[in-house]
């Protein structure tokens, strides 16, 4: 499979993420385009994961029309065969959409539902996940008695996100906007929780970005439910006190754990059984939630 780690398109750059660029349109659109980078540590990685950026815009896509009555969303109508050649199209290969040109909201919204990874470190230490007090008998990778929502600052590249609490939430955006961020954020978490389960995934936490429309509705936009975004474990291979495996990048941060690499650039290169076994998993979790 041909990989894309940078699109060379006849429009004008506007933003270069770590795995997004995005493209000026017109006054009411941009172009996405999920590239195949794949970033650990908040640091760009030397080798593309092939395919991955075709599986992040099909989920993202997929999960922004079945939430759709939750909360409006970035889609729009308008094909790429509007502001594309033929060749930039076939380039992209399933990688890029036209979205509406909104006003991002500078909060990543993060839903907690299991214990694990950062928030379980800090918990050992604190007995608390983002000062958020919690029970003192929980146990990695547990279910917790709540979903926690635990949003975190909008970085720049380059930067690390850093955790904030409610309060700050609403000194970024004002109480009325925080609160709805807040309460769509736990929507679709639950209601995509379910829906997982019912495929037999469990959706331990995710992060959701928002924006807003000419009118300053709330707005779905970025991605939606990726691994990129989320991490997914097997409910038949769950055991709690045990860190299950995930259906997204974390082959690559286990690799990147057992060398002595300081998390900065430059990076380390990935080899090719570490890139496609997480080629494997991000394919795999599409097909078992997406069909």
């Known amino acids: 499979m041909k990989t894309l780690f940078t699109a060379s398109l006849n429009l004008p750059l506007i933003h270069k993420g770590k795995v997004r660029d995005i493209y000026d349109i017109d006054e009411h659109h941009i172009l996405i385009v999920t590239t195949d980078r794949i970033s650990a540590f908040d640091v760009v990685l030397n080798e593309p994961i092939a395919g991955k950026g075709r599986v992040l815009t099909e989920m993202a896509n997929f999960w922004f029309k079945k939430t759709q009555h939750i909360i409006p969303n970035q889609l729009t109508n308008k094909v790429l065969e509007s502001v594309l050649s033929i060749a930039e199209i076939k380039q992209l290969d399933g990688r890029g959409i036209i979205v509406k040109k909104l006003k991002p909201l500078p909060i990543e919204a993060i839903v907690r539902g299991y214990i694990i990874g950062s928030s379980w470190k800090d918990y050992q230490q604190t007995g608390s996940i ?162």
């Open 130 to 291: 983002c000062g958020i007090q919690l029970p003192n008998n929980l146990q990695l990778a547990g279910k917790l008695p709540q979903m926690l929502y635990t949003p975190s600052s909008k970085a720049a590249f380059g930067k690390h996100d850093e955790n904030i609490d409610f309060k700050q939430t609403v000194q970024l955006v004002g109480q009325s906007l925080a609160q709805q961020i807040r309460d769509a954020s736990l929507a679709l978490y639950e209601f995509a929780t379910n829906y997982a389960l019912s495929r037999g995934i469990i959706i331990a936490d995710t992060k959701f970005e928002f924006g807003l429309d000419e009118n300053n509705q709330l707005t779905l936009i970025d991605e939606v439910l990726t691994p990129d975004s989320s991490r997914f474990w097997s409910k038949a291979d769950y055991q709690i006190g045990i860190s299950p495996n995930s259906f997204d990048k974390q082959i690559v941060r286990d690799y990147l754990a057992t060398l002595d690499w300081n998390k900065s650039p430059l990076a380390p290169t990935l080899p090719d059984n570490i890139t496609q076994k997480t080629a494997k998993q991000y394919q795999k979790i599409q097909r078992i939630l997406c069909g």
